[in-house]
């Protein structure tokens, strides 16, 4: 069974860091691309950053470039969002996802598997 | 503000049949394949519909997708009271720094 746990949100006063992890099992985990998705409490989702298989390819959302880092760790089948200089408009829920497409993720990639999510807030 | 446009709301009493539209433009559904996310009330989202019109394992033949254009569409046939809850469409846009896009999602409710 696939599962996708995160974990180090939390409270945190705006300009300061906060680490995400995601935690993966049941599948092959070097195999995929994955993503990182988030929702303020009541609103829409938004993508906010991918990274494949071997962490060659790396992109983010315009509103998180050059202040959130993705990155992952094979070996522990762990994925990780590093959010530095955090916003009040960054509190959300984060989502850990998976990719569909095997190795790569671009034109075609869906999110066939979530996590819970892990609530990040903002506030001083 | 999306670059998808779906209505907010939907609606419709068990057994009917519902459809969400989803709109966008020449950069994402002109070019780019649709997916649509299901959320039901305090849950994650679940993928329902991927690559226009397929569905993951487990996923009921009562749901089913359409790409036209710059255009996609999700029904949802006999509907069902768990069926109520949110759903997005998805894709990718081409322009520069855009990658991945969701909809503003549209509440379905069952009446």
């Known amino acids: 069974e696939v599962q996708l746990v995160e974990s180090g949100g939390g409270l945190v006063q705006p300009g300061r860091s906060l680490r995400l992890s995601c935690a993966a099992s049941?599948?092959?985990?070097?195999?995929?691309?994955m993503h990182w998705v988030r929702q303020v409490p009541g609103k829409g989702l938004e993508w906010v950053s991918c990274?494949?298989?071997?962490?060659?390819?790396?992109a983010y959302a315009d509103s998180v470039k050059g202040r959130f880092t993705i990155s992952r760790d094979n070996a522990k089948n762990s994925l990780y969002l590093q959010m530095n200089s955090l916003r009040t408009e960054d509190t959300a829920l984060y989502y850990c996802?998976?990719?569909?497409?095997?190795?790569?993720?671009?034109?075609?990639?869906?999110?066939?598997?979530w996590g819970h999510g892990t609530l990040v807030t903002v506030s001083s | 503000q999306s670059v998808l446009t779906q209505p907010p709301s939907a609606s419709g009493t068990p057994g009917q049949r519902v459809t969400i539209s989803c709109s966008g433009s020449?950069?994402?559904?002109?070019?780019?394949?649709v997916h649509w996310y299901q959320q039901l009330p305090g849950s994650a989202p679940k993928l329902l519909i991927y690559?226009?019109?397929q569905r993951p394992s487990g996923v009921p033949d009562r749901f089913s997708g359409s790409r036209s254009g710059t255009s996609a569409s999700l029904a949802i046939s006999g509907l069902q009271s768990e069926d109520e809850g949110d759903y997005y469409c998805?894709?990718?846009?081409?322009?520069?720094?855009?990658?991945?896009?969701f909809g503003p999602g549209t509440k379905v409710t069952v009446l």
């Open positions: 996802a998976k990719d569909i497409n095997v190795y790569y993720y671009g034109s075609g990639s869906s999110f066939d598997y």
């Open positions: 020449s950069s994402n559904i002109g070019t780019n394949t």
């Open positions: 049941g599948f092959t985990f070097d195999d995929f691309a």
């Open positions: 998805a894709t990718w846009d081409g322009r520069l720094n855009a990658f991945y896009v």
């Open positions: 990274i494949n298989w071997n962490s060659g390819k790396i």
């Open positions: 690559t226009d019109n």
